[in-house]
C-alpha cells in the first residue's frame, strides 16, 4: 500500500529565516505530487505540482519554491519567511493518469514569528 | 472555468439523524467530482468520488453522495450522523480536461459539519 510522509509536524521559525519542508511517498512511482497551504480559516491554495523528477509548475507567485530532485520526494523551501507564510502545509500525490484522486499527507503547522 | 462551490459555512445535526452536505459544480464536459473529511490539524481523507456509471456513489464511512446532472450538484449524505463525524468536509472537481496530466483539483471552500450528541 502506499503511505504519504510529511516533516516536520510543527515549525516555529522567525521571519527572515529559510524554509525547508520535505515529503515522500512509499509504495508507488512516478506519482504526480502536489504542495497546498490551507491558513486560518479551511481554503486551501495549490501552490505547487509536479508531474516528474525536476518538472515543477507554480500556481501562485511568492517566496516559496518546490523542488523534485527524486521521484516520490517533493520539497518546498523559502529563502526568506514571511509573516504570511503562517498556515497548514499539506503534501499530497496521485497516481498518474486521468481519474485518480489526490491522497494527502498529514501536514505540516508553520508559524512564522 | 471549473468551480466548485459549498454553500453551506456550516452544518449541524443531531446524532442519528440523516444528514447532507451540499456541493454545486460548474464544468465543461464531464465532471470528475471528490468529497474529502479533514479533522483538525490533519491532513485530508479522501472519501468518495464520481467519474462515471451510477449517480449514487459510495464511499468509506458510511458516506455517499449523489449525482444531479440536471442540477449540478453532488451532495454527501449519511443516513445516521455519528458524532464522530465532526468534521471539515470538502467537495472538489477536477481542474481542466482528462489530457491534463497534472490532475489538478479545484477545491471548495469546506463546510464544518458538527453532529450533537
Known amino acids: 500500500s502506499q503511505t504519504i510522509h510529511q516533516w516536520p509536524a510543527t515549525l516555529v521559525q522567525p521571519v527572515g529565516s529559510p524554509l525547508s519542508l520535505e515529503c515522500t ?17 479551511r481554503g486551501l491554495q495549490l501552490l505547487f505540482y509536479s508531474v516528474g523528477i525536476g518538472q515543477i509548475s507554480s500556481e501562485v507567485p511568492q517566496n516559496l519554491s518546490a523542488s523534485r530532485p527524486q521521484d516520490r520526494q517533493f520539497i518546498l523551501s523559502s529563502k526568506k519567511l514571511l509573516l504570511s507564510d503562517s498556515g497548514f502545509y499539506l503534501c499530497a500525490w496521485r497516481k498518474a493518469g486521468g481519474r485518480y484522486e489526490q ?11 | ?29 464531464n465532471p470528475y467530482l471528490f468529497w474529502y473529511v479533514q479533522y483538525p490539524n490533519r ?18 464511512y458510511g458516506f455517499e453522495a449523489e449525482f444531479n446532472k440536471s442540477q449540478t450538484s453532488f451532495h454527501l449524505k449519511k443516513p445516521s450522523a455519528l458524532v464522530s463525524d465532526s468534521a471539515l468536509y ?25 453532529v450533537k450528541p
Open chain 2, 43 to 60: 491532513g485530508l481523507q479522501f472519501l468518495l468520488k464520481y467519474i462515471t456509471g451510477d449517480n449514487l456513489v459510495k464511499g468509506s
Open chain 2, 1 to 29: 472555468a471549473q468551480s466548485v462551490a459549498q454553500p453551506e459555512d456550516q452544518v449541524k445535526v443531531a446524532e442519528g439523524n440523516p444528514l447532507t452536505v451540499k456541493c454545486t459544480y460548474s464544468v465543461s464536459g
Open chain 1, 103 to 113: 491522497y494527502f499527507g498529514p501536514g505540516t503547522r508553520l508559524t512564522v514569528t
Open chain 1, 25 to 41: 511517498v512509499e509504495g508507488t512511482s512516478n506519482p504526480n505530487l502536489y504542495w497546498y497551504r490551507q491558513a486560518a480559516g
Open chain 2, 90 to 114: 470538502f467537495c472538489a472537481v477536477r481542474d481542466g480536461p482528462i489530457y491534463n496530466q497534472g490532475g489538478k483539483l479545484i477545491f471548495g471552500q469546506g463546510t464544518e459539519l458538527s
